[in-house]
């Protein structure tokens, strides 16, 4: 069996794969940073892709052990910045605001705190608006699997807003 095309997989798959880590890390400059560092990484090996799952998991397993790798290594060079809660404004646009701000950043804290595979599953499903097919077969998983994760993770994070 003769290795693909590259160029072909690239136009293909570039935009699913920086999807699918934008909807990991929601950072447009790291996803596109990412997905870059993927494709090359699966240009240096694509003689090792074996077919046993599809060239589009097999990228997405790339690119979500490669953002796991550069996520580590930014806790460890940049302290994350405190954030001040003395701020006040007096207008009540700016107030509505940063109350939805500050309740985005709790359930972001919330799912932040679940446990694998919880976590990611809602992420896939939530903010990278994956179908549970796809995100079982990214787990290796049966879509019934997927669901079920899905709805423990939801569950969770609403008993943990109440």
């Known amino acids: 069996m003769s290795p693909p095309d590259f160029e072909e997989i690239y136009i293909k798959y ?24 993927t494709f090359f990484k699966a240009m240096q090996h694509i003689k090792k892709f074996k077919g046993n799952c599809t060239l589009y998991v097999w990228l997405c397993q790339i690119a979500k052990n490669t953002y796991f790798t550069y996520e580590k ?7 994350e910045p405190e954030l001040s809660t003395d701020y006040k404004d007096n207008k009540l646009d700016l107030e509505i605001a940063y109350l ?11 799912l932040h705190n679940l446990k694998e595979p919880y976590k990611e ?5 939530v903010f990278g608006e994956l179908p549970f097919s796809q995100i079982a ?11 079920l994760i899905f709805y423990r993770a939801k569950k969770q994070l609403q008993e943990a807003i109440k």
């Open 14 to 37: 570039f935009y699913d794969v920086k999807k699918y880590i934008l909807s990991l890390c929601r950072n447009e400059a790291v996803a596109e940073e990412i997905t870059q560092e």
């Open 137 to 147: 077969e990214l787990f290796e998983k049966t879509d019934s699997w997927a669901r």
């Open 121 to 125: 599953v809602f992420t896939l499903r």
């Open 73 to 79: 290594k930014q806790r460890r060079v940049i302290p």
């Open 100 to 110: 939805d701000k500050d309740e985005a950043k709790r359930l972001h804290v919330l």
